[in-house]
């Protein structure tokens, strides 16, 4: 009976496997967004590649969300599922309106302090993808996962730093005789330091489900 009763039951969806599919966009459209920053002819086509990898993202999302509508027993609750995809769906979307706002000002070329913020980009999509599959085991995995989290925020700690250095040489250099360029760059520093924000959000939700769960 009790067999009975179980195979009626809606298996558990692949979530993680999920998870590992979107962490990959992620590391995709961080790459993309690198390459952007590097300047050039290319600027359009990077930008066009995060795009991308943001409409993958998005489609991986909804079929997190529709899974956890339709699915009797999950991995970890409902709501740290969600808030986990969602998060991560945030750092691809943020990425998505940096790539739109140098499409939009038409830049070509970036400052040196942007760059750098774009290697931190992704050094947090790897550190993401890489805790993603820790998931699975929360107990076995729990001292690298803290260890990722911690080292995501001091990333993020790295980029706010990049951030006042950039915009203070934006502000002793092309603002001198350009307004204009200073507010399309703060524009883009902004931007950037919103995607790292994002990443850090991430890791404080995988924090939340360690403290849940363990």
Known sequence: MLRWFQALLPREEGFFDLFEEHARTL???????????DGGDQ????????????????AI???????VGRT??????????????????????????????????EQRAFHPHMVTMGDVIVKTADLTAEAVPLLRSLRGN??????ITEEVTRLEED?????????????????????MAFVVGAEIYDHLEKVVDRFEDVANKISGVL????
């Open 27 to 37: 590391c995709a459209g961080a790459r993309a967004l690198r390459q952007m920053l």
């Open 43 to 58: 600027v359009p086509e990077f930008c066009a590649e995060v795009a991308r990898h943001e409409e993958a993202a998005d």
């Open 61 to 67: 999302t909804r079929q997190v969300m529709l899974a």
């Open 72 to 105: 009797f027993i999950t991995p970890f609750d409902r709501s740290d599922i969600r808030e986990l995809i969602s998060s991560m769906d945030d750092a691809i979307d943020q990425m998505h309106k940096t790539a739109k706002a140098v499409t939009l000002f």
């Open 142 to 147: 729990a001292s690298r996962l803290h260890a």
């Open 159 to 179: 980029s706010d730093q990049l951030y006042d250095h950039g915009m203070a040489a934006l502000y002793r250099g092309p603002a001198r005789t350009d307004a």
């Open 211 to 214: 403290i849940e769960h363990l």
